[in-house]
């Protein structure tokens, strides 16, 4: 219904894939809603336009709030925590998805809640449903009335349909019904479950604090609470936490996972570790293999901040440039700015970074950047580097061509709004304006995160969909809308 | 009279000196206050608690808007903007001073107006006027109705007082009964002003943008609307800037110059050009010089985020050891966090900062800083680390020790609360809990700045006096109010 | 789950029973929801704690905005009104039910929304659902899952789960499954549909506006938009209104009609006709009933404003005494007020009304209200005007005694909270502290409202529970919590 | 500087002069801010754009807060009440100026503040200074800053200059100096000062709180903190209350008074005292002479609510016409309400006002209100009476003319927009369209006010200039910007 508008900001100045969800969980500590809304808040890079959270207490039941903004404009103040009572809790951040042509309400900001027969329960996930449409058309046919645009409440209805006696087992029911890549986080009143789909495609980890335990998208936010790294939930995995621990259950048929190799590029907080190893720490070899695959003759390595940064660093090292930051961010940048006339309509990027000129002036700069989407910023950051007096101007960027949507959970342009899917390298180097532009081979990511024979095309070892159009769950509500797969070559 | 609340995390969290003000106008644009807006947002580090911007326009008059918060947060908002017409306009950035007691009330944020009887002017200022506590005291006795706690007001009511018949004559009248560190900017209905003090403590540079001109604290903020960097205000300069063009006068008795050292350090942006150098490069050299004096054996040097940054990189390069980002900032943090338990209480900086714990397990670690003030920070930033498992923690720090306040617009702790003030060197290193710590030595500072010889002892070529007690302008309202000068040596 | 907190001014200085809410609907206008806010605005004083509207555009589908305060403060603006296109709306506004605990959150407030395979319906009403527990209990078993603690919600779920092809017979079947008193308005894209109960216990009206239609709880909000009243809605009539005009169902058994007396002697407005008849005009009669039944020897006839105006005007023509607007309204006052000490708590109605002290001084003063709740209010007002030097106090009231709680619609204090369900006329007399108090009886009520023969007490014509105990429609789900009705004389 | 909106429902729905402020003060009680808060919650009637409260406070000295809006809605909230601590305080509630041309900033809003060498004072003023254009420009000239455009500030910056060693003697020095109407509260950190110019044309009386003193514009507000009427102030004196008790001084030449007597007809509240006799008293005593003056045969006679009933109770009573509430207002009317068509901007008055059909179809009606001012409502309103089916409608209005407007601290149209200044009684009733139209005469209203026999032309008892065009105090601003007085007759 009523629209949230679009912050024209976001639409001029930055150009990256956006992750839709972060979630977080605790159970067995009387400081449940502060640390969600601690953990969400380390969490916030996942998704900016909104956040909830649910608890449950022994005498006051269930309490919900649920708002838009960041957590630490709601979720921070004394009326507000105050309303949220209790000893388990789960909390949400979102991004808003493509699907929802950016029109959120605050009915469809997780967690959803359903009252069922035996007791409440609430849920929230980070991921997509890729069969949402089919669902909700049975199950509005048989009676459901939905409430949301969510793809995250046809899970609650089909709880409520099912015929089993307990809520655990009622989830594993609907999400045996469901398709596509989804990490939940759920609630009952005395039970804390966490569940990956088949594949794992989105992170969930388990850690322990005090004597409770903690779920979460990232490590990161097991951190900011003080929080112990137990492992990661299995692809497939569905734990129960109770006062009688934790109890792990395998409801799908088993499979391989394949994790998103995104969330190394991008999603994911440097500081987070996944797989036993510090997200930087993978950003910056990718960035030494860049600098291997792809070596340049020039005077200074500088990062696209902030996320460029840590391949910069590996970029330099390898290549035994100077590093720089020769790019400012303006740290009080906001959501939104006034464009009143075409003069500085024109400077978008201008008010969120800026060139260190007396840096810059007649060398020779190596840009590192993680990856290219639409590639408008792309060609504003080299125009303001070339006015500054830069003599050449070199691209690196730390991830392949960025020429396919996911539909997994991630806000991705459609398929001809992305440059590398209409562009060759070398239209894409003319079209930016810059001297060389380099992406890092698909085999190169691959060794960078781990895998040393680089990726296993039979069987790879991560979704990579985005760069390869290899979609490892059929996108069948979107072939539905008239979306074509890429064909078998 | 009403109090504004400080934010529980300010204090908590951060242990930096911080600038009072920025300021910024601009003549000769239909753009006026557009340009203001985005000026004091590229100046923004210079002060977060609140902003203003007057403007002056043919047919409406003189216009004011003055708030709370960020620029971004009012001055982007049409309806605050439509307010603003004119094609002469100035503007401020305010952080709360010392003597303000936090209590900052929207009468006394700047700009500030006054009618005199040829017609109105506004002016701002970054800075302090040692003498305003006198000052008041004698207007007031003269039957002057103050209306705000800020000294910038003495200026208005010196003006309003003076027999001179035009503005800039009325403004050399007051500003030569004033003593301290002022950068000013002011304006008529057809002239913007600006004035350095005598000894230049504080910055100001003139600009072009397009026919017209720009005043500004730094050159950052030139940038930002695509202005071209004319020169610095010479120290004692006043330009008078109009149709005619730009007009200088140098109303006081001339002096060598002394401009503020700290402004290297930390409270200028990198990006700025302060001497024909990028303040990214001085920055960078006193890393290396930092190097130079005290090396350590190490395995990793790792910046506090953000300002140590540059520091690191140029100690990283000089001392051979690898950089890396171990220490991650939350860019989502906001002034606020709730603190209901003891338990998060002592979280304080892990709400914005988290160490990257994988990178740090067993390794030697040094910590670059800026500065160090109070000590807090860099307490809980050294547990935090070695919380994460390092095995040593090295603070190098890139100043001199912080030892005395500074009364020339700058938010200093009184002295017995700078730990420098109080503790020797290695008291400081037992007090902090590291393996070591030093200080770059102020000849080693002023090398850095570009003074090849160091400090000249006779005549010091920067105000210093935060580290070494000696002040260019005697602080007499303070000196009234019981501080006591260094004592001779 | 979160509570809106009570307003303490609303507890010390309000005596009244309190309907719980308005419908308003229009169809055929281009002006649709302009018109709902009108008309809701007219009835306000059905509920005064939170409105919404919904209403359904050719090309932009449904649109809903539902938000707490009045409708002059959301309705009103552009920003709102923008989000409400179409040319068929309906709109409640609501007052808190005694059974949500005044713990209403914004999902609560109507109109329901429900999408069915067949399209969407909007669904609001007047009056209260008596089984609606067990109607939630039941569906909840079978897989519904509730938004909202709202009864409404129930009608929806049943409408979801029949097995009808349109939407007005889904509507019809879920509405033979619901006990209670109701007044509906209801909307599919192209239809709007009124219902009223069986018993017509509660008022709905037809209107026609221009070439469209409209219904509302009562005529004063036909008045507001210029719409003429046609009649009506007769007791368990169904009308669904389209593009071809009015068409009447009759979906219930017959039966003769019960209409709440209580509209008569409070809840409408004074200029709404009711059975032909202005309820000022029946107030007026009400007043000079009383005057015949307990007249008393006195100098001032005074109305409790503003309730009891009409009354007093008819019992001073009536006695012959000469009548004052003697107690003052502020008519600035809001729903709270700041009461920091006893001294000021005590105050309470004073911040209200304020007896006019030089017309009361001296003088034997009738006071003339409608009703007498908990008789809190009474007792303050007859102190006020002691204060004010009254010689004598005698208060007239214009309906029987309250001592039944109403369960169809109306917040109601349990029964030990209403003065005469506890206490004797005499009782009453010395616990409000006053020279004499006489209520209307019960067949004087029926006389003045047109019953020339009084109550006819077999088949009595209207229902009059809240002052005979004799319920016409069972209230089950308050007899499952403990409610007993009276025992059979 | 930056304008407030007007609201576009008051330029519509209402035609009435508007007292521009009420003050009110207290002193010797612990609840000064709460008490000053009632006082003026009970004075909003005279001003509701905006007000303010002063206090001091031994240790936290003195204290202020602004606001636009009403009273209930910030000086109600503790954290509002919390900065306002101390025993002495006084407050003013505002009604924008004619002058200011709807454009009031928070800073003009008072109590202004004033810091003096022997300490601070605050004051508020009802009414207008006459030569205030004079006063600030001669101020100015001599060096004082003026932050407002309120001709308040010219009596601070006067007090400012003089030469006297105390608040009290500084304001007499002030005040004589000053022309126009002015009743003023002031305070000191220990003295609470009243005055009124020297014909008292603005009311203000004393009151005695339990140990303490108040003063207020009206006794309604004496009232509603249950404080004792002592009397009126008198024309020309000033009392300066303190520890030690109420000292009063007559700083002016003394002359006779000459009260506003619009106050009675219209300004007061009709539960306040004024000369003995309640103000209802009063307004019920118009009505009589107006019956007398003008009667009309009919059916019934009808208030214009509310300011007409008391004077339609009287001639009701005193006809032997039935009186009856025809006119229902809308009690949660608020000041805007969106008017997007031209069908629903037409509908302006029916926004707030509803005529009761059934009670006036067919009859002959007798409309009473207090005064005609542009006569821009009294059309609307007789239109709904004719709509509504009635066969004549007559206008009785309990005023005579207003033809003149008042430069004494009432918002007046300017001459040319009164109907009365254009038009003679027969072209007002062929405009207004009704069947008759009268006004009370001159001689009349002065009868109905007490005085038996009418009006003094050589020395009147009051202030009639709006009905007389005699105005006792030279307007001589306003005469400076073209204003004619009337010609001598």
Same mark, same amino acid.
């Given at each position: 219904m009523a629209a949230l508008p679009r912050h024209p900001f976001e639409a001029v100045g930055d150009d990256k894939l956006r992750e839709e969800c972060g979630v977080f969980g605790v159970i067995g500590t009387s400081e449940a809603a502060n640390f969600v809304a601690l953990g969400l808040h380390a969490l916030q890079h996942r998704g900016q336009e909104a956040g909830g959270i649910v608890t449950h207490h022994a005498e006051q /039941?269930? =309490?919900s709030v649920r708002r838009f903004g960041y957590i630490r404009d709601s979720f921070t103040k004394q009326s507000v925590m105050d309303q949220l009572p209790g000893d388990v809790a789960i909390g949400h951040v979102r991004y808003s998805t493509a699907g929802?042509? /950016? =029109?959120t309400q605050i009915r469809d900001v997780q967690p959803f809640f359903g009252e069922f027969s035996m007791g409440g329960a609430a849920i929230a996930h980070n991921g997509n449903? +890729? =069969? %949402?449409?089919?669902?909700? !058309?049975e199950l509005i046919e048989r009676g459901s009335i939905f409430q949301s645009s969510s793809d995250s409440e046809c899970i609650v209805h089909l709880m %409520?349909?099912?015929?089993? !006696?307990d809520i655990p087992e009622r989830m594993k029911d609907a999400l045996r019904r469901v398709e596509g890549?989804?990490? @939940? @986080? %759920?609630? +009952?009143?005395?039970?804390?479950?966490g569940v990956r789909d088949p594949l794992g495609v989105r992170p969930l980890v388990l850690g322990k604090v005090g004597d409770g335990y903690a779920l979460s998208s990232e490590t990161c936010a097991l951190d900011i609470i003080g929080a112990e790294l137990i492992r990661e939930i299995e692809p497939g995995e569905m734990v129960v936490i109770s006062d009688e621990g934790v109890t792990s259950y395998f409801p799908f048929d088993r499979a391989k996972g394949r994790f998103c190799i995104f969330e190394h590029v991008y999603f994911s907080r440097p500081d987070s570790?996944? &797989? &036993? !190893?510090?997200?930087?720490?993978?950003? !910056?070899?990718?960035g030494v293999e860049l600098a291997r695959e792809a070596p340049v003759d020039a005077d200074l390595v500088i990062p696209i901040p902030d996320s460029g940064t840590p391949a910069a660093v590996g970029f330099a090292a390898e290549s035994g440039l100077p590093f720089a930051l020769g790019i400012t961010r303006n740290q009080y940048m906001g959501r939104t700015f006034i464009e009143p006339t075409e003069?500085?309509?024109n400077m978008g990027v201008r008010l969120k970074l800026n060139v260190n000129r007396a840096l810059v002036e007649g060398r020779r700069v190596i840009l590192v950047d993680d990856s290219v989407v639409r590639g408008t910023t792309s060609r504003k950051i080299k125009e303001m580097v070339l006015d500054a007096g830069a003599a050449e101007v070199h691209f690196r960027i730390a991830s392949p061509p960025t020429s396919w949507p996911c539909f997994y959970g991630v806000d991705t342009p459609e398929r001809s709004k992305l440059l590398a899917a209409t562009m060759s390298e070398e239209e894409m180097r003319l079209y930016l304006g810059v001297d060389s532009l380099r992406f890092i081979s698909l085999d190169g990511l691959y060794r960078a995160v781990g895998e040393e024979n680089g990726r296993n095309a039979e069987r790879p070892q991560y979704c990579d969909a985005c760069f390869s159009g290899d979609y490892p769950v059929r996108p069948s509500d979107m072939m539905a809308r008239g979306f074509e797969l890429k064909a078998a070559e």
């Open positions: /039941g269930f =309490n929802s042509k /950016g =029109n449903i +890729t =069969n %949402a449409d089919a669902l909700r !058309r %409520a349909r099912s015929l089993q !006696r890549a989804f990490s @939940v @986080v %759920a609630m +009952t009143r005395t039970k804390l479950i570790i996944i &797989g &036993g !190893r510090s997200v930087y720490e993978t950003r !910056r070899a990718i003069q500085i309509r």
